[in-house]
């Protein structure tokens, strides 16, 4: 595993450790990754969620998110992404997620928080760059489908690396708590059934958005990107009820 996928790999760990919902394995290899990379957690989700827990007052006979609860969550999270050097982290109780309301908002921050980490983290330019340079690159354009047909963009893939990326314009702005979006990279030389590319999330209405690939399996030949919405967490397999863009390599 490199070195960027095992850090991903901890962040989604601790994302799920601060929910309270890690197996037994999952909290071996948490410690385990925690002590190889501790300047990793720097406490970034923590204080999201004592953010979380300080300033929402929840009812807990309500079952619906407040309206507008998910807008003001996507609009706050860049301000306390991570907290300053004086700042002290707060460890939340668990018992605070028991409520369903929160639980969906902490959720959807936490989501939005790997997001961020991943596409803004030091030297991700650098591993995106190194696709571009890479002597076997393939890049196809993206074209919007049905409703999203105001999407345009490319993806920029390496076999030799097993890395690639999405740049995308016009993809709309999707709140994780109802779906998320899913790439899927076909591959018939592998597998009739396309591999997953990974779930993302358009928090912003920011002109280009690039996604790095997260690949679960090696692609070696690669003939169309194609990306959907699902619901959170993504799937194993698509239906593909709702296909929003697709790229054809050939």
């Not at 280009?208 to 967490?233: H, N, Y």
Request: aromatic letters at 8%; zero cysteines.
């Amino acid at each position: 595993m490199s070195d960027s996928a095992t850090i991903q790999r901890l962040e989604e760990l601790e994302a799920g450790r601060i929910l309270g919902d890690l197996s037994g394995e999952e909290w071996d290899e948490w410690r385990a990754l925690s002590k190889e990379h501790p300047d990793v957690l720097d406490g970034s989700l923590e204080w999201t969620a004592a953010q979380l827990e300080s300033t929402l007052s929840v009812d807990e006979s309500a079952s619906p998110m407040p309206s507008g609860l998910t807008e003001k969550v996507k609009a706050g999270t860049e301000s306390f992404v991570r907290p300053t050097e004086e700042a002290t982290v707060v460890r939340p109780s668990y018992s605070f997620w028991n409520s369903a309301p929160v639980a969906w908002a902490a959720a959807a921050v936490l989501a939005l928080l790997l997001v961020f980490s991943w596409t803004d983290r030091p030297g991700i330019e650098s591993e995106l760059a190194s696709v571009d340079q890479s002597p076997d690159r393939v890049q196809s354009t993206f074209s919007g489908v049905g409703d999203y047909s105001d999407i345009t963009g490319r993806v920029s893939w390496s076999d030799d690396l097993q890395k690639g990326y999405l740049s995308l314009e016009g993809i709309p702005v999707n709140d994780p708590t109802e779906r998320q979006y899913q790439l899927w990279i076909v591959d018939p030389e592998r597998d009739e059934a396309p591999v997953d590319g990974g779930v993302f999330d358009v928090v912003a209405d920011a002109g280009t958005v690039r996604i790095p690939i997260d690949a679960k399996l090696r692609v070696d030949a690669p003939q169309a990107f194609v990306i959907t919405l699902e619901k959170p967490g993504g799937v194993v397999k698509s239906n593909q009820k709702v296909v929003v863009a697709l790229a054809k390599t050939s």
